[in-house]
């Protein structure tokens, strides 16, 4: 049943209760969460990556169902099966990438699937025109009707997709991370056209994890963590500290146990790196950092802030606009991917089943990809089977892959042994560097914890080790130092992660607080900078 | 030499190529369709031999070329629908899918040819060419006015029904993909499937719908093959036309009219050919060069398109300088 | 899925996939079966299968019943040369999931070379057929280097590419015979003959071997398959190959070098198929005639479909296509049925083999029931 308040301003649009979402692999999205939005406000719905903010309202726009729970649109229980119905009900969704055909026009994209005809079989181009112009006009959106989309800027993009929503009829509109893309120009834009679109009694919920953002725009926030609703607010009740620490922070603190590193030289050095994306907006900036041997250097922020351009630019999968990295004196900058592993620097990639592994392959052939020219295990022109034989049982053995056998196919394995073959892939080498990127990212507990304790005897036996981690605990447990990423920049440095509260990282994490450059400048460890 | 050219710069030469082109155009509007629809089909040359076969023999049994004709249109349509249940039901890698049916339009259509001929006329035939007469054939036109221009007006006055629609299919074709809601859906598919998908657009019907196009065009082509540039069908007659239209269709930036001047280009080559082997001269010589001349369009293409990428990531950066600037 | 299931699932695939294409067969075969009845078309439909089925290796007669003749099993490994290569080179390229189609025009050209140097260049037995398909091989495997290098460099599709290849190698050569290189005493188109030191023997000098044609050219192609084998499952090369038409991604993080081994593996391709061209020019014929593509590639392609592209399966599947084709002659000869029949049987069995989704719900059937047992077990060894 419905709560009262379902007419009159200020009304409930929107109900959605006791939502739980599981999947069939078992894992929980939502647990029993309660969400709702009053007509004319602009809600946010925060919290990190995972948190199931997406998949909540994925469920409002009928990409997915929910497991258990109801939903309520302007008071009527409905079941939203698909977008279609969503849209029908007055709810729209503006995604994060963009559902738009570069090549067409912006009217083009506007009236896809919905076009007005001319004589029966030609599209009406004119009629197509003036409606964008007029839903332009009519909700302040400056689009260019006859521009091409690949050829305008992202703004506009946004806008064209909003626009797109509200001329389906939406007068509900949720935005994924709309300002992800944005400039800090653009972003500003962005708050007036919500406001303008709010004046007009439209509904809308901004799911972003950006607090200053929400704090200016918002009139009430829901916070998520771990797929619980931690509570609605209003935004003025509330201030930026208390929503970080309902934001950020670990239910249960792991405790890890490890020797106390003992940093030597540095191993790579990275200066002032800078980094503009195609969509002109700046990914990196000046960053500068060095990771050392023996330690655990952890690079801690909420996905988005740049973690991901810069492990590209540290293993060449891309190329930075200014700045040097160099792993003891080289640089590896542009270098093919061959030579920066011949330097000894290996990777764990965020995305494992793209890089990490071929999943047709088995798992012996997957585990010495990155070896299989060393003379060790070639005789003459053809492999020394016997050796790679050997090799991958010993490393199926010490990285306690559970398998069939070594010829079985490693996209059959589940997702813990799959990355347990990537790590004993990476670790195995006898790197100098490794750069560990979500390391143990949607694998199980048991996988995890072997995979962590790797690390960490690595790091003692002399290796320099990058971790970058959205996981709080892991980032936070198993870094001796660790710096903080926010908007491209190091928000923070923290030479030694003990003592440090879940507060205190929220605030860095956020934007909250930042540390001067003196203090960021810390984690370069020599007299030059 | 100056005498070659001389036989060159008649009106006959040229109408020759815009006769050579129009098969190969009809397979390149086939092939750009379903690009922009996001796949691509390497079994026009295939489906052109069956269209061939069935148109000539149709006509032949039905007395009249319309029914052939419109028998290869079918077998163009029907067949690229089974290509297409095969590719994105069965999920067959749809270049294998153009493969097999290549393979089988070559001898598989010999053999349906002989057995078919042998259950109505009594005896096998390798050819449908002793039984069709003129009257069975596509007919040609000549246009009343315009003929009477001096030089242009043999040039095109007089060519195959076919041949005019060709052309006019291919600017029917541009108006289709940029004019019509079709269209519109078909180019929103080939880019970005789930754009399209998220407004409603059902992606599994357009991708059938271009692969219908693709049958319908090659039908078209088939039929010209064996119903207007010759008179019956015989093994191998499309030779490779199938397989040009791709290459045409990339040399033409993947747009109509880029095509149909590929097309002209090719046809040029092959008209050039038969006059090669007319004055004496081995027409294995001239044959090779439209082929030569597809490989060298495709690197010229894509040297083109890399500088063109070039110029894009540095006027991208002169905007990232811009933007830093002013950061 | 347990290995044993995996297996089985495959064969019983294939099987259907092979039924389907003989019921295909079949139905196309009674059509043009001769007789007026239906009964009568039966008859002749059965003739014509027992043809296409039995005839290849067993001689069928009204009076000495059904026999096995060596003669006709030599003849199916003669014709399995060619396409032994072709095979072998397909399998190669497409490993590395490049769709160069370059086999066809590639065994014509290593066949037409290796013609030249066994007519031209005078040396003494035994060495002249070796050098002369080694030349063969060579030369096709630079003419590879372009769709290779065009594809690699400048993403021009290797298969428009290689098509257009095979059909101006088609043209040179035809260009070449008729003007410069035929032998005008003959009738038809043909070089001058080999010289005598150039032809590759038959492996045991009786009637049967040399009327069949089955000369060391198939000791050579089985060697070709042993090696191909080790290098696309033992040498790095190979493994290369492999990891690349995978995962390209993989392959290149890995640290592989992808534009190299993409550019070697369709440079071994074309070395693959024009010694094949070689070996089947100087163990056949004694002079070059042919005046058109071969077809041997595309049944090459078929083959590394039927072989999943892993060359020890290639002489099966070889064997399994020469045995079809000669069926389909046998009917032409002896049922009247055109022996085209065997493209159609192609183009069926590889678009069952090729459709991943063919059978997909019987084969999700059977990893669900492994799953189901392999929790059955676990839990088993938990409660002993």
């Known amino acids: 049943m419905p709560d009262e308040k379902t007419s009159g301003p200020g009304e409930y649009v929107v109900q959605m209760k006791q939502i739980t979402k599981i999947y069939a692999n078992g894992a929980a999205a939502n647990r029993g969460v309660d969400f709702n939005l009053r007509r004319g406000e602009i809600h946010a719905l925060m919290g990190e990556n995972g948190a199931g903010k997406s998949t909540l309202m994925k469920m409002l726009f009928g990409l997915e169902q929910p497991t258990s729970g109801e939903i309520f649109v302007n008071g009527e229980k409905l079941v939203l099966s698909s977008p279609s119905v969503a849209i029908a009900h007055g709810i729209g969704m503006v995604h994060q990438h963009f559902m738009l055909v570069p090549s067409l026009s912006v009217a083009e994209n506007m009236v896809l699937g919905m076009v007005p005809h001319k004589s029966g079989i030609f599209i009406d181009k004119a009629k197509a025109v003036e409606l964008t112009r007029a839903y332009s006009e009519k909700f302040n ?170 492990v590209d630019m540290l293993f060449n999968f891309n190329t930075p606009n200014a700045g040097s990295a160099s792993v003891n004196g080289k640089s590896i900058l542009g270098l093919p991917q061959q030579k920066i592993r011949e330097l000894g620097v290996a990777l764990v990639p965020e995305d494992r089943m793209l890089y990490g592994i071929a999943s047709g392959a088995s798992i012996e052939e997957n585990v010495i990809s990155d070896r299989s020219g060393e003379k060790r295990f070639n005789k003459g022109p053809l ?126 994490m956020l934007g909250l607080k930042k540390q001067s450059v003196e203090e960021v400048r810390r984690v370069c460890h020599d007299q030059e900078t | 030499m100056l005498n070659f050219l001389k036989m060159l710069a008649t009106p006959e030469f040229f109408y020759s190529i815009i006769r050579i082109s129009a098969p190969i155009l009809f397979a390149t509007l086939a092939a750009v369709v379903v690009e922009k629809a996001g796949f691509a089909n390497i079994g026009l040359e295939g489906l052109m031999m069956f269209a061939a076969l069935s148109g000539s023999l ?33 999920k067959t890698d749809i270049i294998l899918v153009g493969i097999a049916v290549n393979m089988m339009g070559s001898g598989g259509t010999l053999f349906l040819c002989k057995v078919i001929t042998n259950l109505t006329e009594g005896k096998a035939m390798a050819s449908t060419t002793g039984l069709i007469t003129r009257s069975l054939c596509i007919p040609d036109i000549t246009i009343p006015l315009l003929n009477q221009i001096p030089f242009l007006g043999r040039v095109l006055s007089g060519h195959n029904l076919l041949t005019y629609l060709a052309f006019l299919f291919c600017l029917l074709t541009s108006l289709m993909l940029y004019k019509t809601p079709l269209g519109l859906n078909i180019r929103a598919v080939g880019e970005n499937p789930d754009a399209a998908a998220s407004v409603g657009v059902s992606v599994m019907k357009i991708r059938y719908t271009a692969m219908a196009f693709s049958g319908l065009m090659s039908g078209f082509g088939g039929a010209f093959m ?69 490989i060298l369009g495709l690197v010229i293409f894509a040297l083109v398109r890399s500088s063109r990428i070039r110029k894009q990531h540095s006027a991208a950066a002169l905007a990232k300088g811009k933007a830093k600037a002013e950061s | ?125 035994g060495l002249h057929a070796v050098v002369a398909v080694l030349i063969g091989g060579a030369v096709v495997a630079i003419l590879m280097l372009l769709p290779a290098l065009l594809k690699t460099k400048l993403s021009v599709s290797e298969m428009v590419c290689s098509l257009m290849l095979n059909y101006i190698i088609m043209y040179v050569i035809k ?39 089955l000369t060391w050219g198939f000791v050579v192609a089985i060697v070709a398959v042993i090696l191909c084998g080790l290098f696309m499952y033992r040498s790095r090369w ?54 058109a593509l071969p077809g041997y590639g595309w049944t090459g392609i078929t083959i590394a479909i039927l072989a999943s592209n892993n060359p020890y399966m290639v002489p099966l599947a070889a064997f399994f296509m020469a045995y079809l084709s000669k069926g389909c002659d046998l009917m032409a000869t002896y049922a009247k049925v055109p022996a085209q029949l065997i493209d159609i049987i192609q183009g069926v069995i590889f678009l069952f083999f090729a459709a991943e989704q063919f059978l997909a719900k019987y084969r999700q059937k059977l990893v669900v029931k492994s799953a189901e047992e392999e929790i059955a077990r676990l839990n088993l060894n938990k409660e002993g």
């Open chain 1, 141 to 310: 959106l400056h689009v260019e009707p006859e521009a091409k989309v690949m050829d305008i800027p992202v703004g506009m993009k946004q806008k064209v997709e909003i626009l797109k929503a509200l001329m389906r009829g939406a007068r509900i509109l949720i935005m994924d991370e709309p300002t992800a893309v944005l400039t800090t120009q653009e972003t500003a834009e962005l708050f007036v056209e919500l406001k303008n679109l709010k004046k007009q009694g439209y509904t809308i919920v901004f799911i972003s994890h950006k607090l200053n953002e929400i704090m200016e725009i918002t009139d009430r926030l829901t916070i998520m963590r771990k797929g619980k609703s931690m509570g609605v607010y209003n935004t003025k009740d509330v201030t930026k500290e208390e929503i970080s620490r309902l934001m950020v922070g670990r239910d249960v603190v792991l405790s890890l146990q490890k020797d106390k590193a003992v940093p030597g030289d540095t191993v790579l050095r990275v200066r002032h790196l800078e980094y503009i994306n195609e969509w002109n907006k700046k990914m990196l900036n000046d960053i500068s950092f060095d990771v050392r041997r023996g330690e655990i250097l952890g690079i801690a922020g909420v996905e988005g802030n740049g973690q991901k351009e810069l």
């Open chain 1, 383 to 508: 492999f020394n089977m016997k050796a790679i034989h050997a090799e991958a049982d010993r490393l199926i053995k010490e990285y306690t892959v559970l398998c069939k056998s070594r010829s079985q196919q490693v996209g059959m394995l589940s997702g813990g042994n799959i990355q347990k073959v990537v790590v004993a892939r990476e670790f195995s080498n006898h790197p100098i560097l490794i750069l560990a990127d979500q390391p143990t990212r949607g694998i199980d507990v048991g996988a995890t914890e072997f995979i962590r304790k790797k690390l960490v005897e690595l790091s003692r036996s002399g290796i320099a080790v990058l971790l970058v981690s959205a996981d709080l605990n892991e980032v936070m447990e198993l870094s001796d130092s660790l710096i903080v990423m926010h908007n491209g920049s190091i928000a923070a440095y923290f030479e030694d992660t003990a003592g440090l509260t879940d507060e205190i990282m929220g605030e860095y």
């Open chain 2, 58 to 90: 149709v006509s032949y049994y039905a007395g009249s070329w319309f029914w052939g004709f419109l028998a290869a249109l079918a077998t163009g349509v029907i067949m690229s629908l089974v290509m297409g249940f095969f590719a994105f039901k069965l």
């Open chain 2, 226 to 294: 064996s119903m207007a540039y010759a008179q019956g069908w015989s093994l191998d007659m499309v030779s490779g036309r199938g397989f040009i239209a791709l290459a045409a269709q990339a040399m033409g930036g993947g747009e109509c009219l880029g095509g149909m001047l590929s097309a002209l280009v090719f046809g040029f080559a092959q008209a050039l050919g038969i006059k090669f082997s007319a004055i004496g001269l081995d027409s294995n010589l001239a044959s090779p060069i439209p082929y030569a001349v597809t």
């Open chain 3, 1 to 125: 899925m347990t290995r044993k299931r995996e297996i089985r699932f495959i064969i019983i695939r294939s099987l259907v996939a092979i039924c389907i294409a003989l019921l295909v067969a079949t139905l196309l075969i009674f059509i043009s079966a001769g007789g007026d009845t239906f009964h009568e078309k039966l008859e002749a439909t059965g003739e014509a299968l027992r043809q296409m089925l039995i005839g290849p290796l067993f001689r069928m007669s009204k009076k000495k019943g059904t026999s096995f003749e060596l003669k006709r099993l030599a003849d199916i490994l003669a014709a399995m040369i060619p396409t032994i290569f072709t095979g072998l080179s397909v399998c190669i390229m497409f490993s590395a999931n490049q769709f160069n189609l370059g086999a066809e025009g590639g065994i014509m050209l290593g066949a037409f070379v290796s013609a030249m140097v066994a007519i031209y260049v005078p040396m003494p037995a």
């Open chain 3, 175 to 213: 260009f070449l015979m008729n003007t410069y290189l035929a032998d005008k005493s003959r009738g038809q188109i043909m070089s001058y003959p080999f010289r005598e030191t150039s032809a590759i023997a038959p492996i045991v000098n009786n009637t049967t071997f040399s009327g069949a044609k």
């Open chain 3, 238 to 291: 190979g493994y290369a190959i492999r990891m690349i038409g995978i995962n390209q991604a993989f392959a290149g993080y890995s640290g592989m070098k992808v534009g190299s081994v993409i550019v070697l593996s369709q440079v071994l391709g074309g070395f693959l198929a024009g010694a094949g061209g070689g070996v089947e020019m100087l163990g056949r014929y004694t002079s070059f005639s042919w005046s």
